[in-house]
């Protein structure tokens, strides 16, 4: 147990040196949260939407004196009934932990998922997205919240990309965290793993492709989106069962990652959906 | 004329009291933008871009002693013939222009364009997006990338939008700005100007609306985003002349407002394209 968990406490917290700032504050670096195996939801909107799937923190941190606000109170009496811990501290260490300058902060502390593909059931959903060498938190959280509303099952994260448990990441799910699986792994791994089963690898591509629109689809689709600069390694687009191009008219670069991804999940579940 | 522009020169700044180094940074700025009537286009990838489209920067600022790239000094040449200032600075000094620490920083200096609706040709392309009161400027460059890659016309930007010519939309817009046409205007303002000729409006909706697939849309179309957290005015939505529904299968919140225009763009652009 870290130094922050100690289970269905309710504290007041005055000092900047106190272990569980420390702790809150290290979960902001992504070394930490792994070792931790924790990561932090900021904001009340974001730990409402939580709590309405059921999620709830296992720590909850206000600052002291706040303004009062009935989903917040809310919130607190269902921390607190689950046995979580209620920490109350100064704004001015508040804003610390958050790194905004807001009254009205409120953090939560949960515990990462388990993110092996293992615990993923392919069968759960006609579609999931794929994302390789992602490298930014904003684009993965905005994936996260597309799949949310197209019901993906969730987001598979291949090779180096960026946190999906980062704070950034998490506030651009809007929630997405909560509701979408989520699973790592290397490319080896991943292909491995899905030509154990049914599944349709479907990229984005400009090589040997097909119009994107009622392109032959077939569920469990799992749709693949590139690093935001280089896109897919030629190998990965080779490996792909299906390649499909979407209209560029354009004099200028292609597509956002996520948006290309988000327009291919929308045509992929208007025919399977 | 400004502190920067005299036309045609090439200067070496060692100082960071020069006053074209406090015009760079001005820049940074939109009252100054405005003021000033320029904006700053960074890196050599954008400005490269830029240059394919006949666009070419008024000031080209870079590092002394960076190290020499074809690209690079292309466009140097480029900007040379075409009267423009070359300026070379310190490392140090370039890196306070631009905010970052890259001895490869490149930067140029463009004029910004008429925003007003009377230079808008609405029958220039089929398709032309709107934002109201869209924040982030990151998802204006995202929009304008979307509305390059679909062959739009380009960006409405409606009440109290981010800066289209702020750093980080021009980044985000991966060279877009330079294609699209960028107005902004008042609602009042766009409505009068819409009605006063041809023009669809549509808006993605949860109220009175039909599916988004195949939805009648008609030629010059203009797709309508809102604000990223509080979505379309009532009274907007209800000027629509058409409201167009988006499968949400999700628990958590709606999609990102630039990946709802994306999707919504390409389903329009398949039809009337």
Not at 8 to 30: A, C, H, M, Q, Y
Not at 50 to 59: K, V
Not at 166 to 192: D, H, K, L, P, Y
Not at 241 to 266: F, H, I, Q
Request: include cysteine; charged fraction near 25%; charge should be negative.
């Amino acid at each position: 147990m870290n130094a922050g968990a100690k289970g269905g406490e309710r504290r007041l917290i005055t000092g900047f040196s106190n272990p569980t700032v420390k702790f809150l504050r290290s979960l902001r670096d992504k070394k930490h949260r792994r070792a931790e195996g924790k990561f932090l939801a900021e904001g009340l909107r974001l730990l409402t939407d939580a709590r309405t799937m059921d999620r709830l923190p296992e720590m909850l941190v206000m600052a002291r004196g706040r303004p009062p606000h009935p989903l917040l109170a809310e919130l607190e009496s269902a921390v607190a009934a689950a046995g979580g811990d209620i920490i109350e501290m100064d704004e001015d260490i508040l804003a610390k932990v958050t790194g905004k300058d807001n009254p009205q902060a409120v953090c939560g502390v949960f515990t990462e998922f388990d993110t092996s593909l293992a615990a993923i059931d392919r069968a759960a959903a006609p579609l999931w997205l794929v994302v390789q060498a992602m490298r930014d938190p904003g684009n993965l959280g905005t994936m996260l919240r597309t799949g949310d509303a197209v019901g993906a099952g969730g987001l598979i994260l291949l090779d180096d990309c960026a946190d999906p448990f980062s704070a950034e990441a998490v506030r651009a799910s809007m929630g997405a965290i909560f509701t979408q699986r989520v699973a790592t792994a290397r490319w080896e791994e991943f292909i491995a793993w899905l030509r154990g089963g049914a599944g349709q690898l479907v990229a984005a591509s400009l090589r040997d492709a097909v119009p994107y629109r009622d392109a032959g689809y077939r569920a469990p689709c799992f749709v693949l989106v590139g690093n935001e600069s280089r896109g897919l390694p030629e190998a990965y687009e080779a490996e792909c069962d299906l390649r499909v191009t979407m209209p560029m008219k354009g004099r200028a670069d292609s597509l956002n990652a996520a948006v290309a991804g988000a327009v291919l999940a929308y045509e992929v579940i208007d025919r399977l959906g």
